[in-house]
């Protein structure tokens, strides 16, 4: 890949760093403990796809693989002066070409959340895929009902595109998702950034 990765972001206290073999305690351990917090959102396989679950080290295996062909940016999202995971930033479906795209998904564990931290960490892979890698435009794809979630592209500037029926299966079933867009021209120069320090102050 270009020398956008691998890559280590690093805004104030909050950090994002490519995803490791070696966080899988951690990452089981956040999970666990924030289960109920973070289940209603999680992706789930429809009954018709093959069954089974796959490990922690093969996924992460997918997206080092993905992240080596220019496909995906696997980040962990960090706070304050440790690099342990709090989270992930997870940019996908990179698309190059005339469409230079990407999406952009993320969780938190619970203790973490509200404190502005993702809002930061999106704002940090948003840049870092305008400024380094050369993408156009970045999307995020939310449930109506996760106002967390709405509450982030809304400090972003994020635009709200449409309405996707169905678009993913989440929790057990189908699920409707609104989808909001960003462009490069729409932050360059100056990035996302400030929008997400602006937004500290109201937070």
């Not at 691998?6 to 990452?27: C, F, K, N, S, Y």
């Not at 002066?81 to 938190?108: F, N």
Request: hydrophobic share 40%; net charge positive.
């Amino acid at each position: 890949m270009s020398a956008g990765w691998p890559a280590t972001l690093q805004h104030g206290d909050v950090g994002l760093r490519p995803i490791r073999r070696g966080d899988a305690r951690v990452w089981a351990r956040l999970r666990q403990e924030s289960s109920d917090w973070l289940g209603r959102w999680e992706a789930t396989l429809p009954r018709s796809a093959p069954s089974g679950t796959r490990s922690y080290g093969a996924a992460v295996r997918s997206l080092r693989q993905q992240a080596s062909q220019g496909r995906a940016l696997p980040f962990v999202t960090t706070y304050g002066d440790g690099d342990e995971m709090i989270g992930q930033v997870t940019v996908s479906g990179m698309t190059w070409g005339s469409a230079r795209w990407a999406q952009i998904g993320y969780w938190i564990a619970r203790p973490y959340a509200g404190r502005g931290i993702t809002t930061t960490a999106v704002a940090l892979a948003t840049d870092h895929c305008f400024e380094a890698l050369g993408l156009h435009r970045i999307e995020i794809a939310i449930r109506p009902e996760n106002r967390s979630s709405l509450r982030i592209v809304d400090k972003l500037g994020f635009d709200r595109v449409g309405l996707a029926p169905r678009y993913l299966h989440i929790d057990g079933a189908w699920r409707d998702h609104l989808l909001f867009a960003i462009t490069a021209e729409q932050v360059l120069p100056g990035g996302l950034i400030a929008r997400a320090d602006a937004a500290g102050v109201d937070r």
